[in-house]
């Protein structure tokens, strides 16, 4: 909540202890809306929680609506854009920043996400240390030679509008190798009087003109901030998905055993853990405003990725309460949910998530891209969505 002081801490992974919780209605196909529960509460915090996107014998069905009849819903897909009402400004006098000590979790390298809860509770830098290293990095412009990371790609989903959409969106470390990260709005339906999260949600890692290269990874539990489920909180306009391990499409007449879709011919194989396929991206928080970040998404236009280096400042839009936002400008990236990056390293593609593009004020050269600070309450949500083991497997 905002205002709220988090107790301080050393060690990033021994933290929090969560308390039990029960699932929040969502709209997805085949999946029944259930009455609303309370949410989990964790350090005084409050976080929702909703229920299954798709249970495991659900996934297979999400991911044949996308890819049926050469992958049409994906093709037709468009950018999201939402109205949410941003025209931040720079702020001048109050703006966001830390709440506790600065903080970062590891990316973990594809095939190492078995490892992601050890060494998540285990950093061995001090807080010191470890902010200076995220917060060092390349001067603000245009991006060079930069090796554009596999755990970037598309989220698609059934917008407020009844119609196929995207955002980009990225695999972050977890405890169990199945977490991505992307704008709230790119979940959550923002209408007021609505609290339910978008249907027949998926991600796509690598994401390039109706091709799967690392398989469609179904969302199975969402976690975000109350303030934004409740209230379209700007200030905490993000969330994290929890996924099932990916599939592929086959044919049902490649000589395996397969499960057809009728008019399709189209079964699906087990491509394993999101996490061991792209690995993660690390996350910070509360780090010092005005450091490089690299932001790396999808142009509007297009399904290829592009980046630029940008110094954030502190942002805040008084005509929607909305004080604890950062702004990047200008910046190549056109999309929501794509992340911002601390300490990126090409050769390994991994860095530190410190920000989500949720919009853009003003328009042209001169558009701000606009992303919550990530402190302490972010950390919260993003901890107990990390630690979220749901039943395994894909099929019941």
Request: with cysteine; glycine share 10%; aromatic share 12%.
């Given at each position: 909540m905002k205002g709220m002081p988090l107790p301080s801490w050393g060690v990033v992974a021994a933290v929090l202890i969560l308390?039990?919780?029960?699932?929040?209605?969502v709209r997805a196909q085949a999946v029944p809306l259930q009455t609303p529960t309370p949410v989990i509460r964790a350090e005084g915090y409050d976080i929702a929680l909703s229920h299954?996107?798709?249970?495991?014998?659900?996934?297979?069905?999400?991911?044949?609506?996308w890819l049926k009849h050469g992958g049409r819903a994906l093709l037709s897909a468009t950018p999201y854009a939402p109205e949410t009402g941003i025209t931040a400004r720079r702020a001048l006098l109050d703006g966001p920043g830390p709440d506790v000590k600065p903080g970062l979790v590891a990316a973990a390298a594809a095939g190492k996400a078995k490892d992601a809860a050890a060494a998540a509770r285990t950093e061995p830098k001090s807080d010191r240390s470890r902010a200076t290293e995220a917060g060092s990095g390349t001067r603000s412009g245009t991006s060079k030679n930069i090796n554009l990371p596999r755990t970037i790609g598309k989220a698609f989903f059934i917008g407020a509008d009844g119609r196929p959409?995207?955002?980009?969106?990225?695999?972050?470390?977890?405890?169990?190798?199945?977490?991505?990260?992307?704008?709230?709005?790119?979940?959550?339906?923002?209408?007021?009087?609505?609290?339910?999260?978008?249907?027949?949600?998926?991600?796509?890692?690598?994401?390039?003109?109706?091709?799967?290269?690392?398989?469609?990874?179904?969302?199975?539990?969402?976690?975000?901030?109350?303030?934004?489920?409740?209230?379209?909180?700007?200030?905490?306009?993000?969330?994290?998905?929890?996924?099932?391990?990916g599939l592929a499409p086959r044919r049902a007449d490649a000589g395996e055993r397969s499960e057809p879709w009728p008019g399709n011919g189209l079964g699906f194989t087990d491509t394993g853990r999101l996490g061991d396929r792209v690995g993660g991206q690390g996350l910070a928080y509360n780090l010092r405003i005005g450091r490089p970040l690299l932001i790396i998404g999808h142009a509007r236009r297009s399904d290829s990725l592009v980046s630029s280096y940008g110094r954030p400042?502190?942002?805040?839009?008084?005509a929607i309460k909305a004080a604890g936002l950062i702004g990047v400008r200008p910046t190549r990236t056109d999309a929501v949910g794509s992340p911002w990056l601390a300490a990126y390293r090409s050769p390994r593609g991994l860095g530190y998530l410190?920000?989500?593009?949720?919009?853009?004020?003003?328009?042209?050269?001169?558009?701000?891209?606009?992303?919550?600070y990530f402190d302490g309450e972010l950390y919260t949500v993003y901890d107990s969505a990390r630690r979220f083991r749901a039943e395994s497997g894909n099929r019941t």
């Open positions: 308390a039990a919780g029960v699932p929040i209605p299954a996107l798709a249970t495991s014998s659900q996934a297979a069905p999400v991911a044949a609506f959409h995207w955002c980009s969106a990225t695999s972050v470390r977890s405890d169990h190798g199945d977490l991505v990260a992307t704008a709230g709005h790119c979940v959550y339906d923002i209408r007021p009087g609505s609290a339910t999260t978008l249907r027949n949600w998926v991600f796509i890692p690598g994401y390039h003109r109706g091709r799967a290269p690392w398989g469609i990874y179904i969302g199975r539990q969402a976690f975000t901030h109350r303030d934004f489920a409740t209230y379209g909180d700007a200030d905490r306009d993000y969330a994290f998905v929890s996924v099932t391990d400042f502190a942002a805040a839009d008084p410190n920000g989500l593009t949720i919009g853009f004020s003003g328009t042209g050269r001169t558009a701000t891209a606009v992303s919550p």
